[in-house]
C-alpha cells in the first residue's frame, strides 16, 4: 500500500489526474477582484481541501470541486463562479465521479493556474 494525501490505496489504484483552474478574468473585473488574490484565495481553499480530505473516513466524500467556496475580501464565491474548472488525465479510471471529483482518493494536489 503507497501513503497518498492521508489515504491509504494500491499503488495502481492511484492514477495521475490534472485540474486546471483558469480564472473568469470578466467575473473577476465585475466583482473588483485582482488575478493576485484569485490565485492566493484558490490556493488557500485547495490547501484547506487537501487537509479536509486528509481528515476524511473511506465513508465521507468531499462535496464536488466546482462548489469549494473561495473567500476574497470577505466575499465566500463558488469557486466554478470566479474560473473555469478542466479535469484532465485518467478520468476515465474514476468512473461515476467524474468529472466532480469528490472523493480523498481523487483529490487533486496538482493545480496550474
Known amino acids: 500500500m503507497a501513503k497518498n494525501s492521508?489515504?491509504?490505496?494500491?499503488?495502481?489504484?492511484?492514477?495521475?489526474?490534472?485540474?486546471?483552474?483558469?480564472?473568469?478574468?470578466?467575473?473577476?473585473?465585475?466583482?473588483?477582484?485582482?488575478?493576485?488574490?484569485?490565485?492566493?484565495?484558490?490556493?488557500?481553499?485547495?490547501d484547506e481541501r487537501v487537509d479536509a480530505a486528509e481528515k476524511l473516513s473511506e465513508q465521507e466524500e468531499l462535496p464536488p470541486i466546482e462548489e469549494v467556496e473561495v473567500e476574497i475580501r470577505g466575499m465566500r464565491l463558488p469557486l466554478e463562479d470566479i474560473a473555469e474548472i478542466?479535469?484532465?488525465?485518467?478520468?476515465?479510471?474514476?468512473?461515476?465521479?467524474?468529472p466532480r471529483l469528490n472523493s480523498s482518493d481523487q483529490l487533486l494536489e496538482s493545480i496550474s493556474f
Not at 21 to 45: H, Q, T, Y
Open 6 to 46: 492521508g489515504c491509504f490505496m494500491d499503488d495502481e489504484a492511484f492514477q495521475e489526474i490534472e485540474l486546471r483552474i483558469d480564472p473568469r478574468v470578466n467575473r473577476l473585473e465585475e466583482l473588483g477582484i485582482s488575478l493576485g488574490e484569485f490565485e492566493a484565495a484558490v490556493s488557500k481553499a485547495m
Open 86 to 98: 478542466r479535469i484532465s488525465g485518467d478520468v476515465a479510471d474514476l468512473g461515476a465521479n467524474a
